[in-house]
Nanobody, 116 residues
Protein backbone atom coordinates (compact mmCIF):
# COMPACT_ATOMS: atom_id res chain seq x y z
CA UNK A 1 0.00 0.00 0.00
CA UNK A 2 1.48 3.28 -1.14
CA UNK A 3 1.38 6.01 1.49
CA UNK A 4 2.85 9.48 1.97
CA UNK A 5 3.08 11.27 5.31
CA UNK A 6 3.94 14.96 5.13
CA UNK A 7 5.09 17.12 8.04
CA UNK A 8 6.89 20.34 8.88
CA UNK A 9 4.31 22.95 7.97
CA UNK A 10 3.24 25.82 10.15
CA UNK A 11 2.69 29.54 10.44
CA UNK A 12 5.62 31.69 9.36
CA UNK A 13 6.13 35.37 8.71
CA UNK A 14 6.95 36.66 5.21
CA UNK A 15 10.64 36.18 4.55
CA UNK A 16 10.83 33.18 6.83
CA UNK A 17 11.79 29.58 6.16
CA UNK A 18 10.35 26.12 6.65
CA UNK A 19 11.55 22.62 5.81
CA UNK A 20 8.94 20.05 4.88
CA UNK A 21 9.45 16.30 5.07
CA UNK A 22 7.55 13.46 3.44
CA UNK A 23 8.02 9.83 4.38
CA UNK A 24 6.95 7.36 1.71
CA UNK A 25 6.15 3.68 2.00
CA UNK A 26 4.69 0.82 0.02
CA UNK A 27 6.93 1.02 -3.05
CA UNK A 28 10.59 1.01 -4.01
CA UNK A 29 11.23 4.66 -3.22
CA UNK A 30 14.65 4.90 -4.84
CA UNK A 31 13.30 4.01 -8.28
CA UNK A 32 10.78 6.84 -8.53
CA UNK A 33 11.07 10.51 -9.22
CA UNK A 34 9.25 12.51 -6.59
CA UNK A 35 7.42 15.83 -6.52
CA UNK A 36 6.08 18.33 -4.07
CA UNK A 37 2.67 19.71 -4.92
CA UNK A 38 0.58 22.39 -3.27
CA UNK A 39 -3.04 23.46 -3.27
CA UNK A 40 -4.11 26.91 -2.20
CA UNK A 41 -7.71 27.67 -1.21
CA UNK A 42 -9.93 27.84 -4.28
CA UNK A 43 -7.13 26.78 -6.62
CA UNK A 44 -6.11 23.58 -8.34
CA UNK A 45 -3.28 21.47 -7.05
CA UNK A 46 0.01 22.39 -8.72
CA UNK A 47 3.46 20.86 -8.91
CA UNK A 48 6.15 23.06 -7.38
CA UNK A 49 9.29 20.90 -7.27
CA UNK A 50 10.57 17.72 -8.90
CA UNK A 51 13.52 15.46 -8.18
CA UNK A 52 14.64 12.51 -10.27
CA UNK A 53 15.02 8.98 -8.96
CA UNK A 54 18.76 9.38 -8.44
CA UNK A 55 18.50 12.98 -7.30
CA UNK A 56 20.66 14.31 -10.09
CA UNK A 57 17.88 16.32 -11.72
CA UNK A 58 15.64 18.88 -10.09
CA UNK A 59 13.11 21.29 -11.49
CA UNK A 60 10.93 24.00 -10.02
CA UNK A 61 7.86 26.02 -10.86
CA UNK A 62 8.78 29.54 -11.84
CA UNK A 63 6.93 30.87 -8.80
CA UNK A 64 9.33 29.13 -6.38
CA UNK A 65 12.56 28.96 -8.37
CA UNK A 66 15.51 30.27 -6.39
CA UNK A 67 13.61 30.05 -3.10
CA UNK A 68 12.72 26.35 -2.72
CA UNK A 69 15.07 23.34 -2.79
CA UNK A 70 13.95 19.74 -3.12
CA UNK A 71 16.13 16.87 -1.91
CA UNK A 72 15.78 13.21 -1.03
CA UNK A 73 17.23 10.57 1.27
CA UNK A 74 16.60 7.14 -0.21
CA UNK A 75 17.76 5.33 2.95
CA UNK A 76 15.03 7.12 4.90
CA UNK A 77 12.50 6.99 2.03
CA UNK A 78 12.04 10.69 2.60
CA UNK A 79 11.78 13.70 0.32
CA UNK A 80 12.34 17.21 1.64
CA UNK A 81 11.38 20.72 0.59
CA UNK A 82 13.43 23.57 1.97
CA UNK A 83 11.45 26.78 1.56
CA UNK A 84 13.15 30.13 2.02
CA UNK A 85 12.03 33.72 1.50
CA UNK A 86 8.43 32.69 1.92
CA UNK A 87 5.71 35.01 0.67
CA UNK A 88 1.96 35.03 1.38
CA UNK A 89 1.30 33.48 -2.03
CA UNK A 90 3.06 30.32 -0.80
CA UNK A 91 0.20 29.69 1.62
CA UNK A 92 -1.24 26.28 0.75
CA UNK A 93 -1.47 22.66 1.77
CA UNK A 94 1.68 20.91 0.59
CA UNK A 95 1.71 17.29 -0.56
CA UNK A 96 4.35 14.94 -1.88
CA UNK A 97 3.73 12.20 -4.43
CA UNK A 98 5.35 10.49 -7.33
CA UNK A 99 5.41 12.05 -10.79
CA UNK A 100 2.09 12.60 -12.58
CA UNK A 101 2.19 9.30 -14.50
CA UNK A 102 2.66 7.31 -11.28
CA UNK A 103 0.54 9.10 -8.72
CA UNK A 104 -0.32 7.24 -5.56
CA UNK A 105 -3.02 8.04 -3.01
CA UNK A 106 -2.68 11.56 -1.63
CA UNK A 107 -1.58 11.97 1.96
CA UNK A 108 -3.08 14.42 4.41
CA UNK A 109 -0.65 17.14 3.42
CA UNK A 110 0.90 19.77 5.66
CA UNK A 111 -0.45 23.30 5.96
CA UNK A 112 1.89 26.20 5.30
CA UNK A 113 0.61 29.65 6.18
CA UNK A 114 2.69 32.74 5.44
CA UNK A 115 1.31 35.74 7.25
CA UNK A 116 2.40 38.62 9.43
Amino acid sequence: QVTFVESGGGLVQPGGSLKLSCVASGFIFSTYGMRWYRQAPGKERESVATISSVGSYTDYADSVKGRFTISRDDDKKTVYLQMNSLIPEDTAVYYCNRGPDFLGPWGQGTQVTVSS
